[in-house]
T-cell receptor, first 115, second 114 residues
């Protein structure tokens, strides 16, 4: 079975702090994709990153970085120097071969960044 | 990039009526589209997989007779909530794409049944 666990329900930080959002996934497939999405209060899902199971390279995009570790089945997301505009719900998601590549979402982490 | 258009963005309907939500892939063909439902402060739950030219595949616990899905063309899937009740009020969102290229999500439809 596929499963995504985001243990942090809510995180509150002060602007300019760094924050890491945790994501642990479960799948028996060797071919799968991991995603992070941002959902601001307006509701739309904003795609942040996609990583396939064969590429464990970490990635940095501006203030965002991702740490993919297959050994611990984790795909953590770090925001450096957080800003108020980063306040949103962040979802980690998994899409695997066995599931017909349906996207399964974690419960989400609500991030509050205070000025 | 791939664009998915979802319409309407908001709809209010009376209890007992039916509501149709459209999901269109604007610049690519989508043989498969997915429909999700999101209750307030909860995650997105997959309702069904919409397959072009064939029946949709519903997730466990989702009533196929209540949530009718039609995927008649490579660019359009529709979700009809039949005989809507207040408990059907939710945020419905569709997606289309390929796992290797990523999925694009529509902007969502906020349904309120009064």
């Amino acid at each position: 079975a596929q499963k995504v666990t985001q243990a942090q329900t809510e995180i509150s930080v002060v602007e300019k702090e760094d924050v890491t959002l945790d994501c642990v996934y479960e799948t028996r497939d060797t071919t799968y994709y991991l995603f992070w999405y941002k959902q601001p209060p307006s509701g739309e899902l904003v795609f942040l990153i996609r990583r396939n199971s064969f590429d464990e390279q970490n990635e940095i995009s501006g203030r965002y970085s991702w740490n993919f570790q297959k050994s611990t089945s984790s795909f953590n997301f770090t925001i450096t120097a957080s800003q108020v505009v980063d306040s949103a719900v962040y979802f980690c998601a998994l899409s695997a071969n066995t599931g017909g590549f349906k996207t399964i979402f974690g419960a989400g982490t609500r991030l509050f960044v205070k000025a | 990039g791939a664009v998915v258009s979802q319409h309407p963005s908001r709809v209010i309907c009376k209890s007992g009526t039916s509501v149709k939500i459209e999901c269109r892939s604007l610049d690519f063909q989508a043989t498969t589209m997915f429909w999700y439902r999101q209750f307030p402060k909860q995650s997105l739950m997959l309702m069904a997989t919409s397959n072009e030219g064939s029946k949709a595949t519903y997730e466990q616990g989702v009533e196929k007779d209540k949530f009718l899905i039609n995927h008649a063309s490579l660019t359009l899937s529709t979700l009809t909530v039949t005989s809507a009740h207040p408990e059907d009020s939710s945020f419905y969102i569709c997606s289309a794409g390929q796992p290797s290229y990523g999925y694009t999500f529509g902007s969502g439809t906020r349904l309120t049944v009064v």
